[in-house]
């Protein structure tokens, strides 16, 4: 690699901490089991459909002076969905760790994301080659894809693809939806004496992969880092001109963690949390109100300026827009399979298609709607059946309707300042970052950790790593059931096994900590200004995990 800057160097050169655990590598450790476990709703249905997986026991590794030697194998690695910074190092956590137990042992990668094992294709990972990865963000080592992976054609030929490579284990590196169909391929290939374990890995910056057993999924610490660094920024650019709002949709696709976390790490004047929107039936008409007010009386102080934090999924939880785009997901699943949607032919014609099929509730409500938002909301859905909501602009949605707003206002003399507002999206931005030490270390142990459940002969389990807000020896290793974090919700008209996600809890710490501050915030200018990312110093600052991740552990600690 040429051309690399000096922190590229620095981070190649940086030794990821693992628990004590696992620090006697592979061969020494010890499982011990805990309670059988069961999933966190729908027991009845979630057995039924994994009778071979379910109801396994929390495991939790322990190191032993006892060397024991372990067979070769051959290990297959997949990255599924959006990138999160730390999967490389999971890759080389995985990778050390299977060295480490013999040698002999090799690891394929899996070319762009699921579809590369049902495809067959692959690279085998070397240490010359994983060498100028680690530490780095991005997924680019193997690449990703959202392929999903469900149907009995894709298992049958992932498994005649793992049979020619003779891998007998997987290691599915994903969010909730991945991870879900980790646990669909672990019970298949049980159920059809496949021979070939199958083990998680909880990644997303979106934060919302997290439960009882798992404290935090990977990326979300150094993405809300980088949000954090960039909104700060734009503080003090705001804070300097003393001229614009700066309207900031920060990536998330349902729930507010990262939305909320990046707000605790800067103290805008306001920032919305989906949950509570939804929580409070709050329609679009009275976010309008709250923010218009908010700014109103800045403006009466003589600021007409401030920071307002958006989070992506917001438009879904608003309760008209939630219906509509419900009903929505339903005509245009129909109008594409009658292909009358590809066949209309302007955009104008697309939305009165559109409109005549909506409830007419629904169609006023979209008909209400601004054309760049109307249009957006036609754009393809994932192949999980998810709106993109990356792809609609909702901060200027909430600029356009504020403009009207206080225009009106202004006519009715009840406004007088000057409104100016600026548009950001922060999402790629942080979704490749250089990995914080935080996540460098968590990940490389979540990947060595993935593969002591595998030498134990484990699948169906979730790499779990604890205790994440004291120092990396401290972190507990183990493994979760994924069948332990299902339930059962409604997907494309049909009730599906999934893992749940999890929203903010709008009566935590995290939350209240906003809860409290949000006014003082909104008129004072409590601004915080975190810099970049800090790499190297003193581990009580370089080694820090999130707020919300302090917050919560503040308020449930686990035992050690
Ligand atoms: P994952 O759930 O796969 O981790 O991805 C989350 C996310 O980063 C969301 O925050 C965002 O809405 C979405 O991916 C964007 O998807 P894409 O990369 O396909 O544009």
Excluded at 158 to 175: D, E
Aim: charged share 20%; with cysteine; net charge negative.
């Amino acid at each position: 690699m040429t051309n690399l800057s000096q922190l590229h160097i620095e981070r190649l050169k940086y030794q990821p901490k693992l628990p004590e655990s696992l620090s006697g590598g592979i061969n020494s450790l010890e499982m011990l089991t805990g309670n059988v476990t069961q999933s966190v709703r729908d027991q009845e249905q979630i057995k039924g459909l994994f009778p071979n997986t379910y109801g396994k026991p929390e495991i939790t590794f322990k190191k032993t002076p006892d060397v024991k030697s372990t067979p070769q194998v051959n290990v297959g690695v997949i990255l599924s969905g959006g990138q999160a910074p730390g999967g490389h190092n999971v890759i080389a956590g995985l990778f050390d760790a299977l060295k480490s137990a013999n040698p002999n042992n090799k690891l394929y990668g899996f070319l762009g994301g699921p579809s590369g094992i049902i495809e067959g294709k692959y690279v085998e990972i070397t240490e010359e080659f994983i060498h100028d990865y680690r530490n780095t963000g991005g997924f680019d080592i193997i690449g990703s894809g959202r392929t999903k992976l469900e149907t009995e054609e894709q298992f049958q030929s992932s498994w005649n693809v793992c049979k020619n490579l003779n891998i007998s284990a997987v290691v599915i590196i994903g969010g909730d939806d991945s991870n879900t169909n980790a646990a669909l391929l672990a019970e298949w290939f049980v159920k059809n004496n496949a021979d070939i374990q199958v083990i998680g890995c909880p990644k997303t910056i979106d934060g919302d992969l997290k439960n009882e057993q798992i404290e935090i999924s990977f990326g979300f610490d150094t993405a809300t880092k980088t949000y954090a660094e960039l909104i700060g920024n734009i503080e003090r650019d705001a804070n300097s001109a003393k001229k614009y709002w700066h309207f900031v949709k920060i990536m998330g696709r349902s729930a507010s963690h990262v939305a909320l976390e990046a707000a605790l790490q800067t103290q805008p004047n306001i920032t919305l949390i989906s949950e509570e929107v939804e929580q409070k039936s709050m329609s679009l008409d009275s976010i309008i109100s709250y923010m218009t007010d908010i700014i109103s009386r800045r403006a009466s102080m003589g600021k007409n300026f401030g920071i307002a934090v958006i989070p992506e999924g917001l438009i879904e939880f608003i309760p008209e827009m939630k219906s509509m785009i419900s009903n929505l997901n339903d005509i245009m699943a129909e109008l594409e399979k009658s292909g009358e949607l590809q066949n209309a032919s302007s955009m104008n014609d697309k939305f009165s298609l559109v409109e005549s099929r909506l409830s007419s509730e629904n169609a006023n409500v979209y008909s209400s709607l601004p054309s760049l938002i109307k249009s957006q909301l036609l754009a393809d859905r994932d192949p999980h059946g998810n709106v993109q909501v990356s792809k609609i602009e909702t901060e200027k949605l909430l600029i356009e309707m504020i403009t009207e707003r206080l225009a009106k206002m202004k006519s009715e003399g009840t406004y007088s300042g000057k409104f100016s507002a600026q548009s950001h999206f922060f999402g790629y931005e942080g979704r490749c970052a250089f990995p914080s030490n935080f996540d460098a270390d968590y990940c490389y142990s979540l990947g060595y950790n993935a593969f002591a459940l595998i030498s134990f002969g484990l699948t169906g389990y979730l790499s779990s790593v604890r205790n994440l807000t004291e120092s990396a020896d401290k972190w507990i290793a183990g493994g979760i059931p994924l069948t332990m974090m299902m339930n059962m919700e409604k997907r494309h008209g049909e009730w599906k096994p999934v893992i749940q996600k999890a929203l903010v809890d709008l009566n935590g710490n995290v939350f209240k900590k906003l809860e409290d501050n949000r006014e003082d915030w909104a008129m004072n200018d409590r601004y915080l200004f975190p810099g970049a990312i800090q790499y190297f110093g003193p581990s009580s600052v370089c080694d820090r995990t999130t707020v919300t991740l302090q917050l919560e552990r503040a308020k449930t600690p686990i035992g050690v």
